[in-house]
Structures are given as C-alpha cells and as structure tokens.
C-alpha cells in the first residue's frame, strides 16, 4: 500500500509569491491534516479536511488555505509568501473516524524556503 | 488548551541499551490519546506507539513501550536495546475528545545512539 506522498519535495520561493503544495493520501484515507514544522514553533496544525469539507482549523492567517478533491487529494496554498513561511509542510492522512486514537500516516514533507 | 512537554532536547544513549525519553502532558479533558512519533532526517513521520487513556496496561510496539502513568500525567517513551537507526528526533502528541481532531506536539528530543 503506498504511503502518503507530498510534491513537490523541495519549493523555493521569493516574499509576495504565492505556492501550491500537494498531498495525496493512503488509498481509502479521508482525512488529510495539514502541519508547518519549524525551529522555532515546532509541529503546528493548519487545517484538516474530510470529503471535501473543512472540518477544524488552527491559528494560521487567511493566506493560508486548502482544499480536498473528491479523491481526496489535497492542496495547501499559501498567498503572499512572507520569509516567516519558511518551514516543512507536512501532510497527513488517516481514516477519519475515531477522534482520539485514530493513528496519522504522515509524508516526508514540503520543505518550502522563502527568499 | 492542550500542553505536551518534552524536556529533554538532547539524549545519547550507547547501542545496544535502553533510553527513556520523557513526556508530559496537560488537559482538562477525560478521554485523549498519547502517540509518539520519530522523525529520521529524511523528514517522515513515523507512528511507534499509541496509548489510550483509558487503556489499564501499557501499550507496547515490539522494542517500543510506553510508560503510562495517568495520575502525574506522563507517557513516557521506552525504546530497548537501541540501534544506530533509532537516531532521530522523537515526538509526543496528544489528541483529546475536545480538540477538535488536532494533534498536539511536544518540542521534541533528539536522540543520538552512539556505537
């Protein structure tokens, strides 16, 4: 069974850019979670998405957004890029289900420079 | 508010023997779940061990056991007869029936296992 996979691996980007970042899930997973890893912040959630629908959100501003396709792929955007944005995005997925012992599968991550 | 601690930043442990990385954690809430993650430089996420907590016995995951004890709020992380491929940086998390799905992450230790 295939893991979950994120593209691309690596993005460089410069301050006011805007990115796109994917994720596709472990096959029969709905829910895609979303997390930026850096130094200084550690893991934070962003966002998570079940059939196509937003279900929670972190403390992230506007420009950070996302969506999930009826396959449940997933995108991340980020508008207006700010050198602060500079982390590893990592994607998640799991079944959905259960709310609190329910395992994350994650991927290798994003790892997204803003120049 | 959710709160998982990690105090530890840096361990090193000879191969071969037994490490113990620490975590606490904090919530009002009566069910949650504790996981531990590693994270090899390659960035992935890796799923170790799981305990509920409502679960009565520790869990344990072949090398991996977690010592669970609910009344001072820790979970801490067991890992037997370390090998040089458990160098990583290691997480715990919390997901509570009132965080609304979001894992919860502590700082991180970064353990090295020395031959």
């Known amino acids: 069974k295939a893991g979950v996979t994120q593209t691309p691996r690596y993005l460089i980007k410069t301050r006011g850019q805007q990115v796109t970042l994917s994720c596709s899930p472990i096959s029969g997973h709905r829910s895609v979670s979303w997390y930026q890893q850096t130094p200084g912040q550690g893991l934070q959630f962003l966002f998570e998405y079940f059939s196509e629908t937003q279900r929670n959100k972190g403390n992230f501003p506007g420009r950070f957004s996302g969506r999930q396709f009826s396959n449940s792929r997933s995108e991340m955007n980020v508008s207006t890029l700010e050198l602060g944005d500079s982390a590893l995005y990592l994607c998640?997925?799991?079944?959905?289900?259960?709310?609190?012992?329910?395992?994350?599968?994650f991927g290798s991550g994003t790892q997204l420079s803003v120049l | 508010a959710q709160k998982i601690t990690q105090t530890q930043p840096g361990m090193f442990v000879q191969e071969k023997e037994a490490v113990t990385l620490d975590c606490t954690y904090d919530t009002s809430d009566q069910s949650y779940g504790l996981f531990w993650y590693k994270q090899p430089s390659s960035g992935e996420m890796i799923f170790l061990i799981y305990?509920?907590?409502?679960?009565?016995q520790n869990a344990t995951e072949g090398r991996y056991s977690l010592n669970f004890q609910k009344a001072r709020k820790s979970a801490n992380l067991v890992i037997s007869a370390s090998q040089l491929g458990d160098s990583a940086m290691y997480f715990c998390?919390?997901?509570?029936?009132?965080?609304?799905?979001?894992?919860?992450f502590g700082s991180g230790t970064q353990l090295t296992v020395l031959p």
């Open positions: 998390a919390m997901r509570s029936s009132g965080s609304a799905r979001q894992l919860t």
């Open positions: 998640a997925s799991s079944l959905g289900s259960v709310p609190t012992n329910e395992k994350l599968f």
């Open positions: 305990q509920g907590s409502y679960d009565e």
